[in-house]
């Protein structure tokens, strides 16, 4: 079992999509676009990029959509961890495209929407083929609607995102002891 983009699933395997989350373009504070309120993908132009490895998932399918779009990014280092590309491109050394999550938020980054093409990547949950939906893999989908539920909730109260993250967090145990 694993967690992976649908560029990594082949015929050995079974997978259930988990979500699309949307990729934003990410930019230090002070980058001359920063108040911009979205952008287009090819007004990133001669940009220094700061991408992910193409052996990533969410690096094949950056890779992928830069290729759809004729347009090949002037990547000035590829990382192995999105963290490692939001701490990079919040000390001016490039731009990115990364997901919006919640650990990548304490980044002081300017987060842009990407007007044109569309811009998200999948996150599916795979195991292999043959094997009748092993326990693992149902137990953990069943998991994670459960806690997805619980924590849209959350995202939805206007409280602090700390505060979502300790409720998320919460929620998670509770559910993992009573099951």
């Given amino acids: 079992m694993g ?6 699933i082949n015929s050995h395997y079974s997978w259930h999509l988990l979500g699309k989350f949307e990729l934003f373009l990410t930019l230090p504070l002070d980058h001359k676009r920063a ?5 287009y993908l090819e007004e990133i132009g001669d940009e220094p990029y700061i991408g992910l490895k193409s052996s990533y998932g969410v690096g094949s399918m950056i890779d992928t959509m830069f290729a759809n779009q004729q347009i090949t990014p002037r990547t000035v280092f590829q990382a192995d961890e999105l963290d490692t590309v939001a701490g990079l491109v919040s000390t001016g050394l490039g731009i990115s495209f990364l997901p919006k999550t919640i650990s990548l938020q304490s980044f002081p980054l300017v987060w842009l929407p990407v007007t044109a093409p569309e811009c998200e990547v999948s996150v599916s949950v795979i195991w292999k083929k043959g094997d009748f939906f092993p ?3 149902k137990y953990f989908l069943i998991s994670f609607r459960i806690v997805r539920i ?3 909730i959350f995202t939805r109260l206007k409280i602090p995102s700390q505060t979502k ?3 998320g967090i919460f929620c998670i145990l509770i559910h993992l002891f009573f099951t």
């Fill in 135 to 137: 326990k693992y893999p």
């Fill in 165 to 167: 993250v300790r409720l």
């Fill in 35 to 39: 108040n911009k309120k979205n952008i």
């Fill in 3 to 8: 967690i992976t983009t649908p560029d990594f």
């Fill in 150 to 152: 619980r924590i849209g």
